[in-house]
T-cell receptor, first 110, second 114 residues
Framework: GEDVEQSLFLSVREGDSSVINCTYT??????LYWYKQEPGAGLQLLTY?????DMKQDQRLTVLLNKKDKHLSLRIADTQTGDSAIYFC??????????FGKGTRLHILP | DVKVTQSSRYLVKRTGEKVFLECVQD?????MFWYRQDPGLGLRLIYF???????EKGDIPEGYSVSREKKERFSLILESASTNQTSMYLC?????????????FGPGTRLTVL
């Protein structure tokens, strides 16, 4: 299908790890992205991974890419209240159009 | 830092009114985009522009038009606003050969059509 799929909601306890999963559609996508949208704000690029990589780590963030299954995940270690946001998975198609998923709302429990 | 600004954070209009949403970016980006964001539907592309006076339809252009007279400014126009156009509208910009094609977003305009 044409949709980038991700679950709409995730609830995690503060201090635990959060894992947000995404299934994308275009096996030729060169870049895959995770955008973060905090309440009342626009989207901001959180991290990205180039398609020839399997993993990318940046401080508390780990991105895993499984090209065979077209599966992308974002792991946030030691989740904090400031991580509460909507996280969008996105891919770039051959026509350079970026396709966004519907967003996963991450809710942090005390 | 790239800055994308939108003319209003909140807007309330009546059915049938003509509505202008303005977006300005200050980093000389060639590409500009208008999305609407609705709960459970994510971001949907309305229109985009790759150059001045150039526009392309996105996935949901019906009921909207756009104008790009200057490189830094991209306007979204609702010719006759309807209640189903109540939504959050997000503007974005990017460089054509930009670093991993990152899009930079404005803070959004929440439009309510009564």
């Amino acid at each position: 299908g044409e949709d980038v799929e991700q679950s709409l909601f995730l609830s995690v306890r503060e201090g635990d790890s959060s894992v947000i999963n995404c299934t994308y559609t275009d096996s030729s996508s060169t870049y895959l992205y995770w955008y973060k949208q905090e309440p009342g704000a626009g989207l901001q690029l959180l991290t990205y991974i180039f398609s020839n990589m399997d993993m990318k780590q940046d401080q508390r963030l780990t991105v895993l890419l499984n090209k065979k299954d077209k599966h992308l995940s974002l792991r946030i270690a030691d989740t904090q209240t400031g991580d509460s946001a909507i996280y969008f998975c996105a891919e770039i198609h051959r026509d350079d159009k970026i396709i966004f998923g519907k967003g996963t709302r991450l809710h942090i429990l005390p | 830092d790239v800055k994308v600004t939108q003319s209003s954070r909140y807007l309330v209009k009546r059915t049938g009114e003509k509505v202008f949403l303005e977006c300005v970016q200050d980093m000389d980006h060639e590409n500009m985009f208008w999305y609407r964001q609705d709960p459970g539907l994510g971001l949907r592309l309305i229109y985009f522009s790759y150059d001045v006076k150039m526009k392309e339809k996105g996935d949901i252009p019906e009921g909207y038009s756009v104008s790009r007279e200057k490189k830094e400014r991209f306007s979204l126009i609702l010719e006759s606003a309807s209640t189903n156009q109540t939504s959050m509208y997000l503007c974005a910009s990017s460089l054509t050969q930009g670093r991993y094609n990152e899009q930079f977003f404005g803070p959004g305009t929440r439009l309510t059509v009564l």
